[in-house]
């Protein structure tokens, strides 16, 4: 499909000129005037524009044209705009530039030479358009989830790839770390995603009332059951089903679950139909399953059912840099619900990069919302979280300024969500000795997006 190119000119002979040199390589649109430029590039949304800058009511200067080239950049930033200019010359055609031009070329025009500018405008609309596709697919995928750091790219990396299977998901780590976000991560980007994701919590809930939440019941299976119910496994039919903290089922519920994932057949309690389900299975423990298996409170054919693949959410205190953008990312949707607008100070983000966070993302969690009830001014400090900022043994020159240097990358790369040459006008440094910087730290941009 040909990239469309919408051609702003008001001399006839122009657009045909145009006309003749560029049709077989785009698709073409024109305007003459300002209001019909801004209609067609809200209807159209083309990828590239060349722009007359000398345009009625005033085509002796240059101002017409760089008026629509500020409101082209404000209602559809991603367009390429090359401006045609011979009214002012290379003057114009700077402050074109700097309102965000992608090019200008001046009249005469030179057909070869302009088609030139035209065709790597229209490549690099393109490439920059599939770069935001993948970006947004990345952030749609793990759109609650924040983490940069290799543990956690691998474990996006494995979510990416077995998504779309049917296999069965064990994740394990401690409480707070965020096991739910990545079972409905899974969810998300498996073919089940426009089905239902059922969760359970198997701890939370008397195991003798745990197999009629799972597996429904007949009515009159047991005193108090009046009517039919559906159960857990059911309700997941065609979707998935989370079963959180699975260590805590007893050993007689584990053996119908077993059943299940082996047949894929049930039978309500109380009832004698057997019936078909087809169901995901996400389950998750805080638990050490391995101890649990040698303890013989953990059947261990179905730890090996459940475990085809086997996730592992470190905790908080090991994931160096993500603590401050899960931290930052909390409190912006901590502001926003409380109608504040508020930053970290520097006190605040050394007690929260050093603080181990036993509850780990919940906690964290806590603190936040915490800080951004009691912080006075714009700026959240230590004591707003309500943590301690413990003295730490002195680090060596190399290792402090190292910690200094990465962390002041960290930031800029949060500030501007991955923009370099943002971030680069923020820490004062050229955009190739921020990409030594990223390159040297393992940092990557597009994370922070």
């Not at 590039?41 to 590239?48: D, T």
């Not at 705009?81 to 005469?108: C, M």
């Not at 939440?213 to 009046?226: D, I, K, N, S, V």
């Not at 402090?400 to 923020?426: F, H, P, Q, W, Y």
Request: with cysteine.
């Amino acid at each position: 499909m040909k990239p469309k190119l919408l051609i702003v000119e008001d001399e006839k002979t122009i657009r045909t000129q145009l006309t003749y040199a560029l049709r077989d390589d785009f698709t073409l649109f024109f305007a003459e005037d300002r209001a019909e430029a801004l209609s067609a590039v809200a209807c159209e949304r083309p990828a590239v524009v060349s722009l007359d800058l000398g345009l009625p009511p005033h085509p002796e200067s240059s101002e017409s044209g760089l008026e629509v080239l500020d409101q082209i950049m404000r209602t559809a930033p991603a367009t390429k705009v090359v401006v045609l200019t011979g009214h002012g010359g290379r003057e114009s055609a700077i402050r074109a530039v700097q309102l965000g031009a992608f090019d200008y070329h001046q009249k005469p025009i030179q057909l070869p030479d302009l088609k030139v500018v035209l065709q790597r405008a229209a490549n690099l609309h393109m490439l920059e358009a599939e770069a935001e596709k993948r970006d947004n697919e990345t952030l749609i995928r793990f759109a609650d989830m924040v983490g940069h750091t290799p543990a956690m790219r691998e474990i996006f990396a494995v979510v990416s790839r077995i998504a779309r299977t049917d296999v069965t998901v064990l994740i394990q780590g401690e409480s707070g770390t965020g096991k739910e976000l990545l079972a409905r991560a899974v969810h998300a980007n498996s073919a089940r995603s426009n089905r239902a994701f059922v969760a359970i919590n198997c701890g939370a809930i008397p195991d003798t009332l745990l197999e009629a939440e799972l597996f429904g019941h007949e009515r009159g299976a047991y005193t108090g059951a009046h009517t039919q119910r559906k159960g857990k496994l059911e309700l997941a039919d065609g979707g998935t089903l989370f079963l959180d903290e699975i260590g805590e089922m007893s050993p007689a519920l584990q053996v119908k679950l077993l059943r299940f994932l082996q047949e894929r057949q049930l039978e309500r309690v109380g009832g004698r139909e057997v019936l078909r389900v087809d169901a995901r299975v996400v389950a998750a423990t805080n638990k050490d399953l391995k101890a649990e298996l040698q303890a013989r409170r953990f059947r261990e054919d179905l730890y090996y059912r459940l475990s085809v693949v086997n996730l592992t959410l470190p905790p908080l205190r090991e994931r160096g840099e993500d603590v401050v953008l899960i931290a930052n990312a909390l409190l912006q949707r901590t502001c926003k619900a409380h109608r504040r607008r508020l930053r970290f100070g520097s006190s605040a983000l050394e007690a929260i990069a050093h603080h181990p966070w036993p509850g780990n993302v919940r906690e964290l969690e806590n603190a936040v919302e915490r800080a951004v009830l009691m912080a006075h001014g714009k700026l959240v400090e230590a004591p707003d979280l309500g943590i301690e900022l413990k003295e730490r043994p002195t680090a060596s020159l190399r290792e402090a300024r190292d910690r200094a240097e990465r962390s002041a990358l960290v930031e800029a790369l949060v500030k501007t969500r991955g923009n370099i040459t943002l971030a680069s006008r923020l820490l004062a440094v050229s955009r190739p000795t921020l990409h030594a910087l990223i390159a040297r730290y393992e940092v990557s941009a597009r994370d922070f997006k």
